[in-house]
């Protein structure tokens, strides 16, 4: 990986955390229980101006996207913060999904994003 390449993902993923991604839990009684919001100019241009979004179920074994142009926010208000809820449920911090979650909302990320693969070593 360039010099560039890897300024780039320190951008999109200081620390290995996607940036542009908002998350909801809506608790544990329900089937889709994990909304994924991938927010960012670059991919809401990219989806016609709408943001991509993902509902995963606890094990990540089932989802469906859309796109939408205010799929976390009603009537123009902002996204709540970390902690907030709306009527997605409660925003949680990429650190508080399950571990098979966190690679789905990566590898989606990673594509979204075009961030390139680190080659593996034979």
């Known amino acids: 990986m ?3 390449q890897q300024n780039r993902v ?3 993923m200081p620390g290995g955390v996607p940036r542009y991604v908002r998350i909801y839990d809506a608790g544990s009684e329900y089937q ?4 994924i919001v991938y927010s960012g100019a670059a991919v809401a241009k990219a ?3 709408e943001h991509p979004y ?3 179920t606890r094990w990540a074994c089932s ?3 859309s796109c939408d142009e205010a799929v976390d926010s009603l009537l123009g208000a902002r996204p709540p ?4 809820k709306n009527h997605l449920g409660r925003r949680i911090a990429f650190a508080e999904l399950p571990e098979c979650c966190k690679e789905f909302v990566l590898e989606e990320y990673k594509e979204y994003w075009s961030i390139p693969q680190p080659k593996e070593e034979i």
Request: aromatic share 8%; hydrophobic share 20%; net charge positive.
């Open 10 to 12: 320190d951008r999109l």
């Open 63 to 65: 989802y469906h996207g």
């Open 32 to 35: 889709d229980r994990y909304t």
């Open 81 to 84: 913060v970390i902690g907030r």
């Open 47 to 49: 989806c016609g101006g």
């Open 2 to 4: 360039t010099a560039t």
């Open 54 to 56: 993902t509902s995963l």
